[in-house]
């Protein structure tokens, strides 16, 4: 089963407009014909209409950071996944770890976002990943196995989700798991999925947390592994580019 790459930029809470445009118009034209994978950008909120309009017409997808569960209502800040699509938008992340600590998400609230963006033809990017106490008594595989079962909502399919393993304690810290225990990770995530989905030959399993071009050929390289969620270097078109270049 060949399962196409995604490299997926996750800009968090930074960028104003005319940064966020520049970066979009970048990686647009630096995209070369014939590369092995998609590329995807997730702007924060403000930024998703300018930047849908930088990448229209290119092959770089456009992509939320959260939603909310719901289509409409009284929910004060918030935005639906039928407005994400309204604008452009083809993925969008749920159940980032800033998002689980943050704003007190759990695997259930989860699991209905990740609905939510189904329902509205959005393929939602679920997040999943231990802490440091947590692998290091042991328990990774155990609390990410829990996460898939809890966050992937019924009725998914293989092909219209994306699992994204981001061990908390290798965002944005310059540490990553050796590419065994990222190997051992992802087999087990693709072994868990593959009981709920019937099957997982077709779903594609992001790792992320600390990529960046130096390192991206190795973890890209393992079988599991079919692209990479990446925070700070993809703030800067030549690194994100470079990380795009590194799938073979
Ligand atoms: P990082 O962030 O690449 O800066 O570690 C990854 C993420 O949180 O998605």
Redesign the pocket.
């Given at each position: 089963m060949t399962r196409r790459a995604l490299i997926a930029g996750?800009w968090?809470m930074n960028m104003l407009r005319a940064e966020g445009e520049a970066l979009a118009a970048a990686l647009a034209s630096g995209l070369k014909p014939g590369m092995a994978a998609d590329l995807l950008v997730c702007p924060p909120a403000t930024l998703l209409a300018p930047v849908s309009a930088v990448l229209a017409g290119s092959a770089v997808a456009l992509g939320a950071q959260d939603c909310h569960m719901r289509d409409s209502g009284a929910h004060t800040g918030d935005i639906a996944a039928v407005m994400l699509k309204d604008l452009g938008a083809a993925y969008v992340?749920v159940g980032?770890?800033?998002r689980r600590a943050d704003h007190g998400e759990d695997d259930a609230t989860v699991k209905a976002k990740a609905g939510a963006a189904l329902a509205a033809g959005l393929t939602p990017i679920i997040?999943v990943g231990e802490t440091e106490a947590q692998r290091d008594s042991g328990e990774a595989e155990k609390i990410v196995g829990g996460q898939i079962l809890g966050s992937v909502p019924d009725g998914a399919s293989q092909s219209g989700i994306v699992i994204?393993y981001?061990p908390v304690w290798?965002?944005?810290?310059g540490r990553t798991p050796t590419v065994d225990d990222i190997a051992a990770m992802h087999a087990h995530m693709r072994h868990v999925a593959g009981r709920m989905l019937d099957g997982a030959g077709a779903l594609r399993l992001l790792y992320?947390?600390?990529?960046?071009p130096g390192n991206a050929a190795e973890i890209l390289a393992l079988e599991d592994v079919d692209g990479a969620?990446?925070?700070?270097?993809?703030l800067k078109a030549e690194d994100f580019l470079a990380i795009a270049a590194a799938v073979a």
């Amino acid at each position: 089963m060949t399962r196409r790459a995604l490299i997926a930029g996750n800009w968090k809470m930074n960028m104003l407009r005319a940064e966020g445009e520049a970066l979009a118009a970048a990686l647009a034209s630096g995209l070369k014909p014939g590369m092995a994978a998609d590329l995807l950008v997730c702007p924060p909120a403000t930024l998703l209409a300018p930047v849908s309009a930088v990448l229209a017409g290119s092959a770089v997808a456009l992509g939320a950071q959260d939603c909310h569960m719901r289509d409409s209502g009284a929910h004060t800040g918030d935005i639906a996944a039928v407005m994400l699509k309204d604008l452009g938008a083809a993925y969008v992340i749920v159940g980032h770890s800033e998002r689980r600590a943050d704003h007190g998400e759990d695997d259930a609230t989860v699991k209905a976002k990740a609905g939510a963006a189904l329902a509205a033809g959005l393929t939602p990017i679920i997040c999943v990943g231990e802490t440091e106490a947590q692998r290091d008594s042991g328990e990774a595989e155990k609390i990410v196995g829990g996460q898939i079962l809890g966050s992937v909502p019924d009725g998914a399919s293989q092909s219209g989700i994306v699992i994204a393993y981001e061990p908390v304690w290798a965002i944005g810290t310059g540490r990553t798991p050796t590419v065994d225990d990222i190997a051992a990770m992802h087999a087990h995530m693709r072994h868990v999925a593959g009981r709920m989905l019937d099957g997982a030959g077709a779903l594609r399993l992001l790792y992320g947390g600390s990529v960046k071009p130096g390192n991206a050929a190795e973890i890209l390289a393992l079988e599991d592994v079919d692209g990479a969620l990446v925070g700070g270097a993809s703030l800067k078109a030549e690194d994100f580019l470079a990380i795009a270049a590194a799938v073979a």
